[in-house]
């Protein structure tokens, strides 16, 4: 693939002249740092000394989101944003995205599709990474063609890419094509900031009056009115990444093949995806039964973020639970060991980065959807699965089931457990206070502390009860003499042997 070509240096160029932008971060992947240097060389070439360009990687979150965070250390106009990314609408800056074009054999590729076609009565709707979005129009050539010469009379649709264009949420959008993916929701719903009348002419103007419309990850596909997702076959193509673990989770109900564009193979075996919904069904059994709930901050930038923090409190304020909020880019499971008062963590990221694999954690991480289900009481999970919490916002899950006076059972623990939230309702709350502070007062005692020696047991509802009980109390003086001693004389000499090492070793 030609340099400018698969960089897009020419639409780049166009993208930053036509809005007079002199301030512009180009921000890379780790993979693609190696050409930062020669991209912004060519575009400088292109527009000139007057424009500025900052090469920006290492992203203190995620690569596949728009670092505004750090694109605002040096007052950037705009974002350029190069390869993987998942389309996360932004806050305050507009942004550009070139996705790269990865090789794909289009010949293999409709033989693959021909060979499902022939193998199902259901329509086929194809996805694909987006990297693979430059060969859609010859794929669809081709495809035609072979249609006509095997006779194939099957149902085809194409999945086609909202816009590599994003403005900031809440901007005034004057073109079609300013429509961004967080407008509508996966489930096809209208989003409540979005002008009703623009998404009419919208679909006037592509006659899409009868159709439901999708857009998850970048892409967007339109389904008649009479038919459901559940219907279609979904052909993937691409690599299995965190793009197609969206897809695969978020239509959990669909039968799903994929083909790999590098290794030129049709997999029908997904079933190690979806087996995901089992782990994730068993972390939010294990989440109902947490008192102290840390919020991970995932994200600076994606739009609604601080929206959904808030929601997240309310949701476990109402639950009877305690919440921290924690801001931390990429968890990982020395960090979050840090914090081991928190039983269960919620995760609030792009809906691409938001399954976190927790089996090393001490902790399970959940998402906002898995929290929802968690802490509203009386609620089931019927199969639907959201990952972006801009669908979750807009929707009615994010609406909290009054708790009722009744035990819950647990299937973690194997009986019916009494959430803090009855107990209090049954007058427990005072007593529960000042259990607390006797507890506190005793951690700060002295004199106690040899008989505190065992590890914390039982069930924290803060943190401040949580250290106050267990036997760690830190770097605590020695109890037979509290008091400090009035200097201290240290070892003299090098590190390698202390001149009382020195005369020992002499005699």
């Known amino acids: 693939m030609d340099f400018e070509s698969g960089y897009e240096i020419a639409s780049t160029v166009d993208y930053i002249r036509s809005r007079n932008y002199t301030r512009i971060v180009l921000q890379f992947p780790d993979e693609l740092l190696k050409d930062s240097a020669r991209v912004a060389k060519a575009l400088r070439r292109e527009l000139g000394k007057g424009v500025r360009f900052y090469v920006m990687a290492d992203t203190a979150y995620n690569s596949c989101c728009v670092d505004e965070i750090g694109a605002s250390h040096v007052g950037a106009e705009c974002v350029v944003h190069y390869g993987h990314a998942c389309m996360s609408p932004t806050s305050t800056l507009p942004a550009l995205f070139v996705f790269g074009k990865s090789s794909i054999d289009v010949n293999a590729c409709v033989e693959s ?23 859609l129009k010859n794929l669809k050539s081709v495809m035609t063609e072979s249609s006509k010469s095997n006779y194939i009379n099957s149902e085809v649709s194409y999945a086609e890419v909202h816009c590599s264009i994003m403005n900031p949420a809440g901007n005034q959008k004057t073109e079609k094509e300013q429509l961004e993916p967080h407008d509508i929701t996966t489930s096809g719903e209208l989003s409540k900031n979005v002008d009703s009348g623009m998404i009419l002419e919208y679909n006037r103007c592509n006659k899409l009056e009868s159709s439901s419309r999708y857009c998850l990850g970048g892409l967007t596909w339109n389904i008649l009115v009479y038919q459901k997702i559940e219907d279609y076959l979904l052909f993937w193509i691409g690599r299995e990444n965190s793009a197609f673990a969206n897809v695969v989770l978020t239509f959990n109900n669909c039968e799903i093949v994929r083909y790999d564009a590098v290794e030129n193979l049709l997999l029908k075996d997904v079933s190690h ?15 109902k039964d947490a008192n102290i709930v840390g919020i991970l901050v995932g994200t600076l930038g994606v739009a609604g973020y601080l929206h959904i923090i808030q929601q997240m409190k309310e949701l476990i304020e109402g639950a009877g639970k305690k919440s921290y909020t924690l801001v931390m880019g990429r968890p990982n499971s020395a960090k979050l060991a840090n914090f081991p008062e928190c039983e269960v963590f919620v995760y609030v990221s792009c809906a691409q980065t938001a399954l976190l694999d927790s089996k090393e954690f001490l902790a399970p991480v959940i998402t906002p959807f898995e929290a929802v289900l968690a802490f509203s009481r009386g609620r089931q999970w019927t199969g639907e699965y959201v990952l972006d919490f801009q669908d979750l916002m807009t929707s009615n899950t994010n609406k909290v089931i009054s708790s009722t006076d009744e035990a819950r059972f647990s299937f973690i623990k194997g009986g019916y457990v009494e959430d803090s939230h009855f107990q209090e309702n049954r007058g427990e709350k005072e007593e529960s206070s000042l259990a607390l502070a006797e507890a506190a007062e005793k951690s700060l005692s002295l004199t106690n502390q040899q008989r505190d020696t065992v590890l914390f047991k039982g069930s924290a509802r803060s943190g401040t009860e949580y250290f106050a009980a267990r036997s760690y109390q830190g770097l605590n003086m020695q109890y037979e003499s509290p008091a400090p001693q009035s200097y201290v004389i240290g070892r003299s000499g090098r590190a390698s042997i202390y001149e009382d090492e020195k005369t020992k070793h002499e005699n």
């Open 113 to 135: 599709l021909c060979h499902c076609l022939s193998g199902t009565k259901k329509p086929v709707l194809v996805l694909y990474g987006l990297e693979y979005a430059h060969a």
């Open 273 to 287: 995806q979806k087996r995901i919904l089992k782990r994730r069904y068993y972390l939010v059994e294990k989440a």
